[in-house]
């Protein structure tokens, strides 16, 4: 008998799941430094039966704090393990442990305090503390299945083909409440072998595209036979302009592999076929980048952005800044800060008008500051509201994207990313009325090739080469 997953929650209980997920990640975050500190404390008492720590000892905590949150923050313990269970988990975590305590024993060596610090007290501060946050992940997780299983901070899916193996999933998924993945129904193809018992049958793969955008549909699961290209292919056209995450289920339920990774989302392997870079980790550490960075640029270029603004008032009637809707991440949309270039009733006529050589309706001051790019500068308020990073596809507005979309293939991968101020394709050139094939290139080998690295790279390019472009209009 079938019985539906839990339902999304509505009404004034209703809480943004990402919001629960950055909750409970925090929650961890803050909690591994925390039971760190504390088993070495309480691990002192009870080796010692006092709370009066050494200045040595003190010491060897605030380095091992240290080593903590290098370690662990660029490793991948604190990326989402919806689905994934516990064992897998504890033996990453294990491991940060060991590589941890194991560079504090290298250390108190090449120091040579080792002789004068108690082994006992070392062992016992490994054990509390690692025993506090497995203990600290096994909470975590009840909590977030509790959550979850209230008809919160749940993922929509849809599945894609009828056969045994695609039962199985809507079974385990039904099974698993706790994975907090929800089936809204499913797809039939040419490939099916036969039908799926609980879930409806939303449609034929000719809909899928259309449903999935219309209903926000988060992950996408494609339950095919590996030898069905052809389909496959049909089901990665349909999802072009899909930013939702495509997992493809491959038929090796009761397959015994060698040396192979494939991913676990309760207990069932899958393929990630498409899938944003910023998750988890790198999420955290572009945010923090971005903070970080578009902070002290404000400070810096604040001289000159007074300078621009009191410029733009002077030139023509109306405000300083000029507010436009603009596209992002999973296609959302928000208001996109410039200096006022135009002025204020510039569109009223004609609408909507993309930017091309020659044209006038520009003010003599915003001619300049789109030459130089200076119109850009209020955007770094978006970077610090979260609208945007420094880093990124460059947005554009939702009248053009879903013209473009049809005629430029790929164009909706660019957002996967967070719209930047700049990106790979300005600082080669491709910006203005250029070339919107090459720009989305340069926006997809971006987001396949993205790093902190790049970005820093990126960032330094853009100060050299950047700004002042032929193509600026």
Known sequence: MWFAPPQPRSGLW?????????CLGLILRLGDPLLLAGAAIAAYYWRFGS???????????????????????????????RGRNLTAEAGSLLLRWLIIFGSLLAYMVAIQTADELSRLWLASWFGLSLTGALSLRFVVRNVAAWVRSQ????????????????????????DNAWAGITINGWFSTDADRCRIDGPAMLGDLQSLGVYVESN???????????????????????????TADIKFVPDMFGMHLLNHSVEQVAGLPVINLQQTPFRGNARLLKALEDRILA??????????????SIAVKLSSPGPVFYRQERMSWNNKTFQMLKFRSMPVDAEAGTGAVWAKAGENRATRVGAFLRKTSLDELPQFLNVLFG???????????????????????????KHMAK?????????????GSTDLKKRIECDIFYIENWSLGFDLKIILMTLFKGFVNKHAY
């Open 295 to 308: 902070g002290l640029i404000l400070l810096l270029i604040s001289p000159v952005m007074l300078a621009i």
């Open 216 to 242: 926000s549909i988060e992950q996408v699961w494609v339950a095919l036979p590996m030898r069905e290209e052809a389909q496959i292919a049909v089901v990665l056209d349909q999802l072009q302009h899909s």
């Open 419 to 431: 719209a930047g101020i700049t990106g790979w394709a300005q600082i080669n050139g491709w910006r």
């Open 51 to 81: 709370f009066q720590l050494s200045v040595n000892y003190w010491r060897l905590i605030a380095i091992t704090l240290l080593l903590a949150l290098l370690v662990l923050g660029a490793s991948p313990i604190y990326r989402s393990w």
């Open 387 to 413: 609208d945007m990073s420094i880093v990124g596809p460059r947005p554009e507005r939702p009248v053009f994207v879903h013209q473009f979309k049809h005629d430029i293939p790929a164009y909706m991968k």
């Open 14 to 22: 209703k809480i943004p799941g990402n919001r629960i997920s950055a």
């Open 151 to 174: 008809g919160f901070d749940l993922r929509s899916a849809v599945i894609v083909g009828a056969s045994p193996d695609a039962q199985l999933i809507v079974n385990t998924l039904q």
